[in-house]
């Protein structure tokens, strides 16, 4: 072959190593390009964490008379949702309700937190544990430090309502002191439902209660208020009451409120009013959406954790920005 021919022949065969590859990367940068829209309501525009989560031991079942719920189901459940964390509450408080009449109480609170661990331990790290006791019983303090040094738990979840609580009975009120005095030392967050039973002798009084003799005795921990201050479903004027007491103090830049948060756990339901609505809204502006969590619970509006929050978006007058921000927001416990 000539020389000329030799040349041409080279020049040609570079060519077309040089276009072979520029169609390999237009290839890869099309694989690796950025997803198709997603649609509004579907999960990718779902919550980070979902704050308020339940599941339902052997033990727990016969009681709340719903099927057993594992740390599995629950983790398909955030799957489809496309969510990727939540905050698994131990029940452990119910067994301690005195209305139940169950014999040995502390031994089954004891036991649920155990099971309510290694459900958290065996879905790691998507879970995320909280140790629960009633207040008022005297092995409380000692069940709650036992249980945060099991594997995953993580913080402490108290319902005054559940467990016959009422902040303005100053014995009652000590022994929450007692509870936040131990979550400050170890440094655990705490998630209370401070609604008390029956919403009877309930509302702004033991807001003001709460921030003036509760919050101070833990400065430094994250403190959620379950439910917007009530206890769903739907958003009560008792809850409305008590939300302006916190909304106020937050309008005010309020130090107290430096580490508070609030999940909305059913506080909007597919019965949800507009005018309810819109005093949620006005509500979660007054705090600050970056102080609004979401949760599901364990009956959540519509049924599934994906349609609780898409009840959510479509009720409450939120812009977008408001509504990603709720969405994103991580606390620190979560993260």
């Not at 000590?174 to 919403?199: D, S, Y």
């Not at 909304?247 to 909007?268: I, K, P």
Request: net charge positive; proline share 7%; with cysteine.
């Amino acid at each position: 072959m000539k020389y000329a021919e030799i040349i041409t022949a080279e020049l040609g065969l570079r060519t077309r190593m040089k276009i072979s590859l520029v169609l390999a990367a237009v290839s890869l940068l099309a694989a690796c390009g950025p997803a198709p829209a997603v649609a509004p309501g579907s999960p990718r525009d779902a919550p980070l964490v979902d704050y308020h989560q339940h599941l339902v031991s052997p033990a727990f079942a016969p009681i709340v008379k719903l099927p057993e719920r594992d740390g599995a189901a629950l983790v398909r459940e955030l799957d489809e949702a496309g969510i990727e964390r939540a905050v698994v509450l131990s029940v452990g408080y119910s067994f301690a309700d005195e209305r139940k009449g169950l014999a040995d109480p502390d031994r089954l609170t004891r036991e649920e937190n155990d099971w309510t661990s290694a459900q958290v331990t065996r879905n790691a790290p998507r879970l995320i544990g909280f140790c629960s006791a009633n207040p008022l019983r005297p092995a409380a303090l000692g069940e709650l430090e036992r249980c945060l040094g099991l594997p995953g738990m993580t913080g402490i979840k108290l319902h005054l309502g559940n467990s016959g609580v009422s902040l303005r009975d100053p014995a009652h009120l000590a022994r929450v002191q007692g509870v936040f005095a131990l979550a400050q030392r170890l440094r655990a967050p705490v998630l209370v439902h401070m609604r008390a039973r029956g919403g009877s002798n309930y509302g702004a009084e033991d807001a003001r209660i709460f921030l003036d003799r509760v919050v101070p005795t833990a400065p430094v921990i994250e403190i959620v208020v379950a439910h917007l201050g009530g206890s769903g479903p739907g958003y009560a004027p008792q809850a409305d009451s008590v939300m302006a007491v916190f909304a106020g103090a937050a309008e005010r830049h309020d130090r107290r409120m430096a580490n508070l948060y609030f999940d909305v756990a059913t506080n909007v339901t597919d019965e949800t009013t507009p005018a309810e609505a819109a005093t949620v809204a006005r509500r979660i502006r007054q705090l600050g959406a970056t102080r609004v969590l979401y949760g599901s619970d364990l009956t959540p509006p519509g049924g599934s954790v994906r349609r609780g929050w898409e009840i959510f978006r479509a009720r409450v007058p939120l812009s977008a920005a408001e509504l990603r921000q709720i969405a994103n927001n991580r606390t620190r416990f979560a993260r």
